[in-house]
């Protein structure tokens, strides 16, 4: 062979089926994702004014004769300065009625009016009927009332000027950047000394105190705030603890922040402790360094990528947060409420997607900087690390035993708090109990059928949504070569981690509410719910899977080529078993994850398909906390009901699967 000659391998039919699979489920992240964000973006820098250059009139006398010239309707207008210049922008769905150029208009006169556009591209309606183009359309003093001119499209930054010129909405930066920064340093300081007291003390309960920490994940964020009402609000039964400062506003949305997000940061601080390296602490132990610079010198510099990568991550979930802030906000205004205020309560779309992309910077750096932070901690790890392993010590165990009971306390009385006022008839004036509240029916919110809808959501993210994610893991991580298209399918899959719900629920509504979209019908079904779910959750569980894969030697495909064994058949004879932990991992994450969700979902339900999360939103808007908190409660005992049967099934299904390990 010549030197310098390059030799393409020829593809078998497993490396192009296990490419097209990969292709498959590139295609659904576009779809799915970048697609809709795209729709959104341009919806953004899309400006809308009516442009009264486009439209020319003529008006009879009474006898219905057309004598008088056309005129220009911006001409019109000019001289009667019926509509100024401000009043020309408009959004997408703006309509201007051709009445006000006249003063003495009255429906009931004789004269006739003509009405056409000067281009033919100039819309306006008479009625529900559409015209475009240069022909005139005439109609009498009645029907005149129904003229409307639609409005021009243009591209620019005059909605992202519109909006920082707004000093409502420019605020809602600022208070959104200090409750999370301010959410983010308590929320981290309790857990590092929550996962502190975990791995470095020989305290008793260890397994209750974790138990009791993971707790806020299965309830939705909009719980804590109905229970900070209880508690501090203006009939609160600690009100007199807040010394006259209202629970409504940033007080009420920190503590409500910490309490959702704690389980979070726990986790990874944990994770970050659980690697450190005793050989650093018998070092110091053996120079007499002290506890406390033991701690400075040792503990704090091998958990740091983990405490800064908890940081950035409970600042992401603080700022994209919408349940807690609309609960408990009061009038102090944040970006995830701004974007519902502006598409649910203005109808005004263009400036839901500005805030939309506003809310997008600070959640994308943040999610950049956690992953290269979590690159950097993988690099501590050693194979020569020996597992720390604490030594009795009966002061600091018993600090440690106070401390996490106090933060297990507050984690109860949350839950306590809402199940209690799930069960009293009307605070504060009758507290008997009565199962009242749980007759949804009567209620706004959709009644036990939003519960219904929220188990067959979860039921079915769970299903679909784990065969989509591990199949496009195995396929990116086993396939061979196609490098660029591997890289490709992995910056789509990060991609969903670092897009808040509330855009990418904002961003469907753009995509798939389009008339023109083939896959319009699916919009305002279930289908949609259960794609937004998976999307939404996507890539944890995709690394879920990946980490899972990667523990799998290379030489079961080698094996498996050199058998000839298509590769579908060592998928689902070796693969799936041997990661089948992962697996159901992924399931439970998603089926927990897509019953409490309520920012990405909050624009997309029906009638027909309302969700429990929802519910507890809706019934909070309209006065019946209670009932909210009670169906708020209904999510948090279905997902502890679903974690046992998932731990159960586990402990069945592996036994049977995972004999090997032990072997």
């Known amino acids: 062979m010549p030197a310098g000659v390059t030799v393409k391998a020829k593809l078998g039919r497993d490396d192009i089926m296990m490419r097209g699979f990969m292709v498959m489920i590139a295609l659904y992240l576009i779809v799915t994702l970048a697609l809709p964000l795209y729709a959104m973006l341009s919806k953004a820098f899309s400006t809308y004014h009516f442009d009264l250059t486009q439209y020319e009139l003529q008006v009879s006398d009474e006898q219905g004769v057309f004598g008088s010239p056309p005129v220009s309707v911006q001409q019109l207008n000019a001289k009667t300065g019926a509509i100024p210049d401000e009043k020309l922008a408009t959004s997408s769905d703006g309509r201007l009625g051709l009445t006000k150029l006249f003063p003495e208009f009255s429906f009931r006169s004789p004269v006739r009016y003509r009405i056409r556009g000067t281009s033919g591209d100039a ?24 003229v409307v001119v639609r409005p021009v499209k243009s591209r620019g930054l005059a909605n992202f000027t519109t909006y920082f010129s707004t000093p409502s909405l420019f605020y ?17 300081t309790l857990a590092f000394g929550f996962a502190y007291a975990l791995s470095r003390s020989c305290m008793r309960y260890k397994g209750v105190f974790r138990l009791i920490a993971m707790a806020p994940i299965l309830v939705p964020s909009l719980l804590p705030g109905i229970a900070l009402v209880y508690l501090f609000g203006n009939q609160g039964m600690l009100k007199s603890m807040m010394m006259g400062e209202s629970i409504y506003g940033p007080y009420g949305i920190v503590f409500g922040s910490v309490f959702f997000t704690f389980p979070h940061a726990l986790m990874i601080i944990t994770t970050a402790l659980a690697i450190s390296d005793a050989r650093l602490y018998e070092a110091a132990a053996s120079l007499r360094a002290s506890p406390w610079k033991v701690f400075w010198t040792v503990t704090i510099p091998g958990a740091r990528y983990g405490l800064i990568s908890a940081a950035f991550v409970v600042f992401n979930l603080v700022i994209t947060d919408f349940g807690l802030p609309k609960v ?103 507290l008997s109990f009565s199962l009242r509240n749980y007759n949804f029916d009567v209620m706004d919110g959709g009644g036990w059928d939003a519960y219904r809808n929220s188990i067959q959501l979860g039921l079915l993210t769970a299903f679909f949504g784990t065969a989509i994610v591990f199949v496009g893991a195995y396929m990116v991580e086993k396939t061979q070569g196609f490098r660029t298209g591997r890289s490709l399918f992995q910056l789509l899959a990060m991609l969903p981690m670092a897009i808040p719900g509330m855009v990418l629920g904002l961003a469907y509504i753009f995509f798939f509410n389009n008339p023109d979209n083939p896959l319009n019908p699916i919009y305002g079904t279930m289908a949609i719910l259960v794609i937004c779910s998976i999307t939404h959750f996507y890539t944890v569980s995709h690394l879920t ?70 519910a507890v939103l809706n019934m909070d808007d309209a006065g019946d906390v209670a009932p909210a908190a009670a169906m708020g409660m209904m999510i948090f005992y279905t997902n502890a009901f679903a974690r046992i049967v998932h731990l159960l099934a586990s402990k069945a299904v592996l036994k049977r699967t995972q004999e090997w390990r032990v072997r």
């Open 545 to 614: 899977a990946v980490t899972a894969l990667k523990q799998m030697d290379t030489e079961f495909e080698s094996v498996s080529a050199s058998l000839k064994t298509p590769f579908y058949k060592l998928f689902a004879r070796v693969t799936v078993p041997v990661c089948l932990p992962s697996i159901l991992d992924i399931s439970i994450y998603l089926f927990v994850n897509a019953m409490t969700t309520v920012s990405a979902v909050v624009f997309l339900y029906s009638s027909q398909t309302t969700l429990a999360s929802v």
């Open 172 to 188: 809602s930066i600022r208070n959104s950047l200090m409750v999370s920064v301010i959410s983010t340093i308590i929320t981290v």
């Open 123 to 146: 819309v306006f309606l008479i009625g529900s009927e559409r015209y475009v183009g240069t022909e005139w359309q005439e109609t009498d003093s009645n029907t005149f009332r129904r």
């Open 328 to 430: 408990i906000g009061g009038q102090y205004n944040v970006l995830a409420v701004d974007i519902y205020k502006q598409v649910i309560g203005q109808q005004n779309f263009e400036m839901g997607a500005v805030v939309s992309v506003v809310l997008l910077i600070p959640a994308i750096v943040a999610f950049a900087i956690d992953r290269q932070v979590q690159k950097k901690q993988v690099a501590l790890l050693s194979a020569r690390s020996v597992v720390f392993q604490p030594k009795p010590n009966r002061r600091f165990d018993w600090i440690s035993f106070a401390y996490c009971t106090l933060i297990a306390a507050f984690i109860i009385i949350i839950l306590g708090v809402c199940q209690f006022a799930a069960l009293i008839k009307f605070w504060p004036y009758d």
